[in-house]
T-cell receptor, first 111, second 116 residues
Framework: SQQGEEDPQALSIQEGENATMNCSYKTSINNLQWYRQNSGRGLVHLILIRSNEREKHSGRLRVTLDTSKKSSSLLITASRAADTASYFCATEPGGGNKLTFGTGTQLKVEL | DAGVIQSPRHEVTEMGQEVTLRCKPISGHNSLFWYRQTMMRGLELLIYFNNNVPIDDSGMPEDRFSAKMPNASFSTLKIQPSEPRDSAVYFC??????????????FGEGSWLTVV
């Protein structure tokens, strides 16, 4: 079963709007990561947030983590057509070396 | 720097044939992962190695699948015999594991396997 479940499964927005994706996970974690996958390509790491952090920023990305609710969100501000991709959260359940990915959110940014 | 290199990028094979996927991790990385991605099951971790040693192969579907890492710069994933349900994109990824920072991993571009 998936450690992480993203929602929504698919999201379509207009360029310039903000996109918010959510991730829920099941077990305790040391950190949570977000990755991006363009169609037909491998995944690319975006950002990592540690379990003792509540919010982190990187450029137009803002990630939050609520360990009490076992959930995280990824916000992309001022979206661009080039942000069209699938976005995955990933965790290492129990702190091991076994990075497990969620089901992903497909984001489409239209001009 | 070269990223994770996988070959072949695309392979179409007949059911029953042996398939070998190859991976060259990023130089200096000490962990290597094999993932499989399908529409139905998403991204599944098949096996991972630390310092060339297989640590967890619980994700390997069945005995038809095997993976080796003979040295720090090369790994293979073999399917013998292949079946149509093995059709998927197989990703190799590598990382440098340090303490408790978190295991940020770098993916190859994938090997697209179709078994007919």
């Amino acid at each position: 079963s998936q450690q992480g479940e993203e929602d929504p499964q698919a999201l379509s927005i207009q360029e310039g709007e903000n996109a918010t994706m959510n991730c829920s996970y099941k077990t305790s974690i040391n950190n949570l990561q977000w990755y991006r996958q363009n169609s037909g390509r491998g995944l690319v790491h975006l950002i990592l947030i540690r379990s003792n952090e509540r919010e982190k920023h990187s450029g137009r990305l803002r990630v939050t983590l609520d360990t009490s609710k076992k959930s995280s969100s990824l916000l992309i501000t001022a979206s661009r057509a080039a942000d069209t991709a699938s976005y995955f959260c990933a965790t290492e359940p129990g702190g091991g070396n076994k990075l497990t990915f969620g089901t992903g959110t497909q984001l489409k940014v239209e001009l | 720097d070269a990223g994770v290199i996988q070959s072949p990028r695309h392979e179409v094979t007949e059911m029953g044939q042996e398939v070998t996927l190859r991976c060259k991790p990023i130089s200096g990385h000490n962990s290597l992962f094999w993932y499989r991605q399908t529409m139905m099951r998403g991204l599944e971790l098949l096996i991972y190695f630390n310092n060339n040693v297989p640590i967890d192969d619980s994700g390997m579907p069945e005995d038809r699948f095997s993976a080796k890492m003979p040295n720090a710069s090369f790994s293979t994933l073999k399917i013998q015999p292949s079946e149509p349900r093995d059709s998927a994109v197989y990703f190799c990824a590598s990382s440098f594991r340090t303490g408790s920072v978190g295991n940020t991993i770098y993916f190859g571009e994938g090997s697209w396997l179709t078994v007919v």
